[in-house]
């Protein structure tokens, strides 16, 4: 592995941990099933989601991210909302990253082009199916790569496209401080003269707990997906909860880096409280 990719200290028996109630293993087994099925279905109508206009498509990701995250058995809570496009330059969605539900979780309120590792091309049926659907890919240990991966996200956000980044580059369980927000994708945002649309994400126990976040949707350093899914459908009470905080205007800081600085505390700061947009059960 490369030196310079970010690396998370969080390990999955030290923080992927649920304290909370659990399901019954039938009940479990029912919402792996249904959370799969969905996400497969998903991906498999893709290419004609694709035929559809942007606000058509967009209306039926965020219904099917939604129910994805339903299907796993987690409530949504989501808190503010996004800016209208207006035409123009694209907007660059930037979150913490805790989880694989954060995928979808994010579609639900700000569905867009996602940039993920280049592993994920070479996955069977998945994989063909993510290019098709616009997802941008970075080659992590490839240092040389990196321009011309800040090139196709400015040329995305160009064109007006919104793109889904998680700038810490790996994954943290959510119950401390998180990563450094990486700068390459603020970049392509002043390439493009783009916006940037922080966004905060939470995993949350049950109502007594409801301040302290829920390990057990946490997915951290070597943990296998399948023992991923498997502790997320086994923990009962979990809710997914996602702050839209206010966007940071093209032009608002100079250089890529302040503008990662200023995302960064943005997500990470407690101090925002906005009023629910929405809570779904």
Not at 197 to 221: C, D, H, K, M, N
Request: aromatic content about 4%.
């Amino acid at each position: 592995m490369s030196a310079w990719l970010p690396v998370s200290p969080c390990t999955p028996p030290g923080c992927a941990t649920h304290d909370g109630p659990g399901r019954h293993p039938v009940t479990a087994t029912a919402l792996l099933l249904a959370g799969c099925a969905l996400t497969l279905t998903g991906a498999l109508c893709t290419p004609l989601a694709l035929l559809l206009g942007r606000a058509a498509r967009e209306r039926l990701t965020r219904g099917w991210a939604h129910g994805v995250v339903r299907a796993f058995g987690i409530r949504v809570r989501v808190v503010g909302r996004p800016d209208g496009h207006r035409g123009g330059p694209g907007v660059l969605v930037v979150a913490n990253h805790v989880s694989w539900l954060d995928i979808p979780l994010v579609a639900t309120v700000c569905p867009g082009r996602m940039l993920a590792k280049s592993d994920i091309r070479n996955w069977p049926l998945l994989g063909p199916l993510a290019a098709l659907g616009g997802t941008l890919f970075v080659e992590r240990e490839r240092l040389r790569a990196l321009p011309a991966t800040v090139h196709a996200l400015a040329s995305a956000l160009r064109s007006g496209a919104r793109v889904v980044v998680f700038p810490e580059g790996s994954t943290w369980c959510g119950r401390g401080p998180g990563g450094r927000f990486r700068p390459a994708a603020f970049q392509a945002a002043i390439d493009a003269g783009a916006a940037v649309q922080p966004v905060r994400i939470r995993y949350l126990g049950t109502p007594e707990g409801r301040r302290a976040p829920a390990g057990a949707a946490a997915f951290v350093g070597d943990d296998p997906l399948a023992a991923s899914l498997w502790r997320v459908v086994r923990a009962a009470g979990l809710t997914a909860e996602i702050h839209v905080l206010p966007p940071i205007p093209a032009g608002r800081v100079h250089g890529r880096r302040a503008l990662a600085g200023l995302a960064q505390s943005t997500v990470a700061s407690d101090s925002a409280n906005l009023p629910a947009a929405s809570v779904h059960h």
